[in-house]
């Protein structure tokens, strides 16, 4: 009988995993600042456009660099200049699942923290590559398709058996940070593995519709990762969308 059971939490704000806020993830423009670089960067793109000249082109480039500015919250030059106006209000998205693996505890642990073995059972990840005993590089194929992201993360936390938490460093394509446990199931039943993975979405998540936009495929993703591993360590193969195993351990 498939134990699984699940647990969801969409948070936005700050959370026990928040994942660090470096580059376009982070907010640094305040909400007066955007409305003017809204309201101004129509105006100049708008008449700059009106103008078919060197000039005209010039100032249409303005206004769009504004209206990014004004509709992300976020800033290049901020950035550079450290400088930061908004409220320190990044957008984070939380996902939380949970299930019960017919297996010890201490064979779920292992194979978990052998970061190679993730790819197996996650199918967005093309890559984890260990740089050291708590660092390792990632990389991960974008949603349909169109290319991939890597990052760098440490593993800031662990308890043997028990806990692996995990931040990626400054400067990725994508902030993020998670953690899994691992707890004896009731009655000799196994292992319960909970996972909580949060990320920040790029350039100021738009206000917040790219990471609203975003979480439900990010949500199912999750999930179907979790399923998979529980096949892959009870069955030794991942049962495919066709009925066909995609591979053994």
């Known amino acids: 009988?498939?134990?699984?059971?699940?647990?969801?939490?969409?948070?936005?704000?700050?959370?026990?995993?928040?994942?660090?806020?470096?580059?376009?993830?982070?907010i640094n423009v305040?909400?007066?600042?955007?409305?003017?670089?809204?309201?101004?960067?129509?105006?100049?793109?708008?008449?700059?456009l009106s103008k078919p000249n060197a000039g005209g082109i010039a100032m249409a480039a303005v206004g769009g660099a504004l209206l990014f500015r004004g509709a992300t919250g976020y800033c290049p030059m901020n950035e550079a200049l450290g400088r930061d106006s908004s409220s320190g209000r990044d957008i984070t998205i939380e996902i939380t699942r949970s299930l019960t693996i017919n297996k010890p505890r201490s064979e779920v642990f292992q194979f978990w923290r052998q970061l190679e073995n993730l790819p197996k059972f996650m199918e967005h990840l093309q890559d984890v590559r260990q740089l050291g005993p708590k660092r390792s590089h990632w990389v991960a194929r974008i949603p349909k398709g169109v290319g991939t992201v890597?990052?760098?993360?440490?593993?800031?936390?662990?308890?043997?058996?028990?806990?692996?938490?995990?931040?990626?460093?400054?400067?990725?394509?994508?902030?993020?940070?998670?953690?899994?446990?691992?707890?004896?199931?009731?009655?000799?039943?196994?292992?319960?593995?909970?996972?909580?993975?949060?990320?920040?979405?790029?350039?100021?998540?738009?206000?917040?519709?790219?990471?609203?936009?975003?979480?439900?495929?990010?949500?199912?993703?999750?999930?179907?990762?979790l399923r998979r591993f529980k096949q892959l360590l009870e069955t030794g193969e991942v049962v495919t969308t066709e009925g066909q195993p995609a591979g053994k351990r």
């Open 1 to 26: 009988m498939d134990t699984y059971n699940s647990k969801m939490s969409d948070v936005l704000g700050t959370n026990n995993i928040s994942p660090p806020s470096t580059g376009s993830s982070h």
């Open 30 to 48: 305040g909400d007066t600042e955007r409305i003017v670089s809204l309201v101004g960067g129509a105006l100049l793109a708008y008449y700059g």
């Open 150 to 225: 890597e990052w760098n993360a440490d593993i800031v936390q662990e308890e043997p058996g028990s806990l692996i938490a995990w931040r990626s460093m400054p400067g990725s394509d994508i902030d993020n940070a998670g953690e899994v446990r691992f707890t004896d199931a009731p009655a000799d039943r196994g292992t319960v593995v909970q996972a909580s993975i949060s990320y920040r979405a790029p350039v100021g998540a738009v206000g917040g519709n790219i990471a609203k936009l975003l979480n439900p495929t990010f949500r199912q993703m999750v999930e179907n990762d």
